[in-house]
T-cell receptor, first 115, second 115 residues
Framework: DTAVSQTPKYLVTQMGNDKSIKCEQN?????MYWYKQDSKKFLKIMFS???????INETVPNRFSPKSPDKAHLNLHINSLELGDSAVYFC??????????????FGSGTRLTVV | AQTVTQSQPEMSVQEAETVTLSCTYD???????LFWYKQPPSRQMILVIR??????QNATENRFSVNFQKAAKSFSLKISDSQLGDAAMYFC????????????FGTGTRLKVLA
């Protein structure tokens, strides 16, 4: 059973299109995250939801919109895709309310290629 | 703001030998967590080891151990008896114990294991 699953694993699309990446976790965690890993492998947080409430919204173009219908799901919708959006996008979850020391559980990533 | 620095973009180690990956960080907080994650070519992010700043004892997980020097803000990872399967990108990460619990990642070290 996959703990944090992302779909699709690969996404190739043309500039200007709109696309979504879905994430689901079956760990019962209360917090979910989206990270972007660029071509140099640098990981940077984009968004985080805690119990469906947006708690982190880093400096990200407003073409990116997260949506959390419930605490087990966090989707990422991207409008008007640009070449620079090409990256690997990771979903992660953690149990923040449990307090100390819990690391993230990551999904396997979605490689987005904009052509 | 916290920062994490990994000064070794790439390291090599002979199979069965020991290698140490460096990580330094900057923070004004006294309580926090530090992590090492492994990212093999499959791109899955795998938690290797975790250290709580309030614990002086260095964490150990099988062949993986850390040297945590809080005053020096240093958190190095030692891999003993290196195996071919250890070849991967290794990321050091910092996480606060308050606020949004987001990770701050270093830029990663690519580890090559030579047969």
């Amino acid at each position: 059973d996959t703990a944090v699953s992302q779909t699709p694993k690969y996404l190739v699309t043309q500039m200007g299109n709109d696309k979504s990446i879905k994430c689901e976790q079956n760990l019962g965690h209360d917090t979910m995250y989206w990270y972007k890993q660029d071509s140099k492998k640098f990981l940077k947080i984009m968004f985080s939801y805690n119990n469906k409430e947006l708690i982190i919204n880093e400096t990200v173009p407003n073409r990116f919109s997260p949506k959390s219908p419930d605490k087990a799901h966090l989707n990422l919708h991207i409008n008007s895709l640009e070449l620079g959006d090409s990256a690997v996008y990771f979903c992660a979850s953690s149990q923040v309310s449990a307090g100390r020391g819990y690391g993230y559980t990551f999904g396997s990533g979605t490689r987005l290629t904009v052509v | 703001a916290q920062t994490v620095t990994q000064s070794q973009p790439e390291m090599s180690v002979q199979e069965a030998e020991t290698v140490t990956l460096s990580c330094t960080y900057d923070t004004s907080e006294s309580d926090y967590y530090l992590f090492w994650y492994k990212q093999p070519p499959s791109r899955q992010m795998i938690l290797v080891i975790r250290q709580e700043a309030y614990k002086q004892q260095n964490a150990t997980e099988n062949r993986f151990s850390v040297n945590f020097q809080k005053a020096a803000k240093s958190f190095s990872l030692k891999i003993s008896d290196s195996q071919l399967g250890d070849a991967a990108m290794y990321f050091c990460a910092y996480r606060s114990t308050s606020g949004t619990y987001k990770y701050i990642f270093g830029t990663g070290t690519r580890l090559k294991v030579l047969a």
